[in-house]
Each structure stands twice: as structure tokens, then as C-alpha cells.
T-cell receptor, first 115, second 113 residues
């Protein structure tokens, strides 16, 4: 079974630009969550999607947004990029929320560098 | 405020010995705990989990212990192998059906041959 895939793996942008990252969950998984990893803050929750609906959102500014499609694939978008947005962006998938004990599986991440 | 804390940024052990990684949490609403292993520039790899209704879960060389009264969990790796060298993250999920995980900042484990 293929794991979580994320594209692109690496991205370099300049301040003020916008970026879109993509995540394909494990087949059969319908819940997708996004996390940002930085050296100072560790892994921080961005948002969670299920059935094309955002179920939960972390403490990030409105420049960070996302969506989920009917095939469970998800995208996240960051507008007006800032230097501090440089990070590893991780996507995780799980079967569905509220299913009791459930495990999230992570993709390899997209390394975003903002110059 | 940091709801999940891993107070040791690093740990070094000899091959064949036991590695014990610790994690403390403050939120009583957490009902499920997970340990992930991470190599640089890769996503975290799931290792083992435990529900709050249990106090121990074992999977091969990995055992997780949960002490709810102390709000403390630990990961034991026995015997430790050089390939176990990585950063280990403790994560917790709240009751209520959300998939949101709260992570500790990680402990870098080095297993010396």
C-alpha cells in the first residue's frame, strides 16, 4: 500500500509570493492533517480536513489556508510569504476522525525555503 | 504553553543497552498518545501508541508506559541498536474526535556501537 505522498518535495520562493502544497493520503484514508515543523517551534498543527470540511485549525494567521477534495487529496496554500514561513510542511493521513484509536501516518514533507 | 514536554533534548546510550525516553503532559483531556521517530528531512514514522485506558503497550523492542496520575509516559527501547539513532517525538491527542496531535519538541537519541 502506498504511503502518504507530498509534492513538491522542495520549494524555494521569495517574500510576498504565494505557494500551494499538495498531499495525497494513504488509499482509504479520508482524514488529512497538516503540520509545520521549524527548529524553534517543533511540530505545530495547522489544520485538519475530513469530507472536504475543515474540522480544526491551529494558531496560524489567515495567510495559511487549505482545502480537501472529494478524493481526499488535500492542498494547503500560503499567501504573502514571509521569511518565517520557511519550514518543513508535513501532511498526515488517518482513516477518519472519531474512530477511537487511530493512527496518523506522515508523508515525507515539503521543504519550503523563503528568500 | 507547552502541553507536551520532552525535557531531555538528547540522550546517548550504548548499543545493546536500554534507551528510556520520557514525556510529560499537562492536559487531562488527552486520551491517546503516540511516539514517532524522525530522521532529518523526512516525515515522522509511527512507532507505537497507547490509549489512556491502558498503562503499557509493547511491540517488539519498543514498550510505552503511561502513568496517568503523574501525566507521564515513557518509551523503552530494548536492546538499543545504532539504527535507532533518530529524533523521537511524543504526541498526544485530545478526546472529542479531532485528529489534531500536540507534539513535544523531541529527544535526539544516539546509540553508539
Amino acid at each position: 500500500k502506498a504511503g502518504v505522498t507530498q509534492t513538491p518535495r522542495y520549494l524555494i520562493k521569495t517574500r510576498g509570493q504565494q505557494v500551494t502544497l499538495s498531499c495525497s493520503p494513504i488509499s482509504g484514508h479520508r482524514s488529512v492533517s497538516w503540520y509545520q515543523q521549524t527548529p524553534g517551534q517543533g511540530l505545530q498543527f495547522l489544520f485538519e480536513y475530513f469530507s472536504e470540511t475543515q474540522r480544526n485549525k491551529g494558531n496560524f494567521p489567515g495567510r495559511f489556508s487549505g482545502r480537501q477534495f472529494s478524493n481526499s487529496r488535500s492542498e494547503m496554500n500560503v499567501s504573502t510569504l514571509e521569511l518565517g514561513d520557511s519550514a518543513l510542511y508535513l501532511c498526515a493521513s488517518s482513516l477518519a476522525p472519531g474512530q477511537g484509536i487511530d493512527t496518523q501516518y506522515f508523508g515525507p514533507g515539503t521543504r519550503l525555503t523563503v528568500l | 504553553d507547552q502541553q507536551v514536554k520532552q525535557n531531555s533534548p538528547s540522550l546517548s546510550v550504548q548499543e545493546g543497552r536500554i534507551s528510556i525516553l520520557n514525556c510529560d503532559y499537562t492536559n487531562s483531556m488527552f486520551d491517546y498518545f503516540l511516539w514517532y521517530k524522525k530522521y532529518p528531512a523526512e516525515g515522522p514514522t509511527f512507532l507505537i501508541s497507547i490509549s489512556s485506558i491502558k498503562d503499557k503497550n509493547e511491540d517488539g523492542r519498543f514498550t510505552v508506559f503511561l502513568n496517568k496520575s503523574a501525566k507521564h509516559l515513557s518509551l523503552h527501547i530494548v536492546p538499543s541498536q545504532p539504527g535507532d539513532s533518530a529524533v523521537y517525538f511524543c504526541a498526544a491527542r485530545s478526546q472529542g474526535g479531532s485528529e489534531k496531535l500536540v507534539f513535544g519538541k523531541g529527544t535526539k537519541l544516539t546509540v553508539n556501537p
